[in-house]
């Protein structure tokens, strides 16, 4: 009997598409083009078949974003905090614009995302009674990392995360540790690759 997870129809999916793009010399990374479609538009193919609905998380060129998330109707929803203040406020706004019990993350520069990560993270959900399950990979030398922002977290957190932002909190890792929290093994380093540059975007374009 295969585990139990948490249904599709119980989750939205969350795209953070809304950073400054500081080490792409400032373009708006889920806009970028690899092998002739947005990365916005590669990561939506793999998460909306996971979830119920989409929102992408955008602070810029909403218009643009709201356009290639028309296929799944996926929504833009902007941070409610100036300054880009990174990851936790885009999560925060996802988690006000789900209308579901489980929020589903994964940044707009991981093409290849898990095709069964909301299946893993919420089998991890159920059997721990954890409110929010990360992913972690291990490399050949046995590093364990921890990939924070695919992750699955229950949107009744979603007044917390506006206090911790509130009070100066910034670190995706110690907001995660106020509440109980889960990890799952997943074997494929590579479908948690994040693009960070035009060079390594023009990389994986000629290769």
Partial sequence: MS???IPAASITGLVLAGGRGQ????????????????????????????????????????????ALGAPWQADVCADTLPDFPGPLAGLL????????????????????????????LGTAALAERADIVTATTTNAEGVVSMHPVFALVRTSLADD???????GGR???A????????????AD???FYNINSLQELAELERA
């Fill in 189 to 191: 380093e590579r479908a």
């Fill in 93 to 120: 706004a996802g988690l006000r614009a789900a209308r579901t019990e489980w929020l589903l993350t994964a940044p707009c520069d991981s093409p290849w995302l898990p095709a069964d990560l909301a299946e893993r």
């Fill in 161 to 167: 995360l506006a206090a911790y932002l509130d009070a």
């Fill in 3 to 5: 585990a139990v997870s």
């Fill in 23 to 66: 080490r792409m010399g400032g373009a708006d990374k889920g806009l970028q083009i690899l092998h002739g479609k947005p990365l916005v538009a590669l990561v939506l193919a793999r998460l909306a078949p996971q979830v119920a609905r989409v929102v992408i998380s955008a602070n810029r060129n909403c218009d643009a974003y709201a």
């Fill in 175 to 186: 907001w995660y540790a106020r509440h109980t929290a889960a990890e799952v093994a997943f």
């Fill in 171 to 173: 670190k995706v890792r």
